[in-house]
């Protein structure tokens, strides 16, 4: 492009060509490095055409073409880049939304726990790389006792209050690698990777006895909850659904003896 500049091209319309040159490095380059191509440019053919009454060109422009033709290459210049500059926070603001929406498929808007849909697929990746390379995984799946009547005495602002801190109360015993997801309702599971049934009842106990000491305050009122569970373990040959209602069943097993306790597979004890 300098050369048509420079040599005029055919029938002085070489330094049209020029007009090309914004949009095309703004595209390319994206608008720091785009902006920075164009002034390069810009700077270089000033010097060609007006040094010395351009004594460098082996062409003739008028000094109004001259004038002219720079007036028009930053207008160009300065329309290319305001479009790559919306262009870009159009991107942005999408990406951004398309990570919005992402987030909110997966998380369960009151806890921000992870919800069953995704609970499901990482367990199936965890379980696909338990086939890969043999190791445990257990499953907890725990139901808040008696939540009904919180609702109906207390209200479902209280009830939504109560899972919130269940929620934290868990995420806080657990390690980077366990997952924890609200399962529906007043139910959670947790998804324990690298863990033997006897390790996830010991996770239960600690459970149990953290949740004894959390209170919910309303009005006059102090709120105490209690949690039943039922443990399972997901072996490599076994479906994801049937590890899912063993851990179901001991889990009303837990409600049948009376509440606020965990029983597991096997029978290895309760709390």
């Known amino acids: 492009m300098i050369y048509l500049v420079y040599s005029g091209g055919v029938n002085n319309t070489g330094p049209l060509w020029i007009f090309i040159i914004p949009p095309v490095a703004l595209f390319m380059h994206g608008l720091k490095r785009g902006l920075i191509d164009n002034l390069i440019f810009v700077t270089a053919i000033c010097f060609l055409m007006f040094f010395q009454q351009g004594e460098l060109l082996i062409t003739e422009y008028s000094f109004e073409f001259k004038t ?92 939504d209050e109560v899972l919130v801190k269940l929620s934290q109360c868990f995420q806080s015993l657990m390690r980077e690698q366990d997952i924890v997801a609200r399962w529906g309702g007043e139910e959670f599971l947790v998804i324990l990777p690298e863990t033997p049934i006897e390790n996830a009842d010991n996770l239960s106990k600690k459970l149990h006895q953290q949740i004894r000491g959390l209170a919910i305050v309303h009005e006059d009122h102090e709120i105490h909850v209690t949690v039943s569970m039922g443990i399972s373990k997901l072996a490599p040959t076994q479906h994801i659904k049937d590890a899912i209602n063993f851990a179901d069943k001991y889990l009303y097993k837990a409600k049948a003896n009376g509440r606020n306790q965990t029983v597991t597979m096997g029978d290895y004890g309760s709390t």
């Open 68 to 159: 002219r033709l720079i007036y028009s290459y930053l207008t160009v210049t300065f329309l290319s880049s305001f479009y790559e500059y919306s262009r870009n926070r159009t991107f942005q603001y999408t990406l951004e939304l398309s990570k919005k929406y992402e987030s909110l498929a997966k998380l369960d808007p009151l806890t921000k726990l992870s919800n069953r849909r995704d609970a499901l697929l990482l367990l199936e990746q965890e379980h696909s790389r338990q086939k890969r390379n043999p190791m445990d995984i257990s499953l907890i799946l725990c139901d808040v006792d008696n939540f009904k009547v919180i609702n109906d005495t207390f209200g479902h602002n209280i009830g």
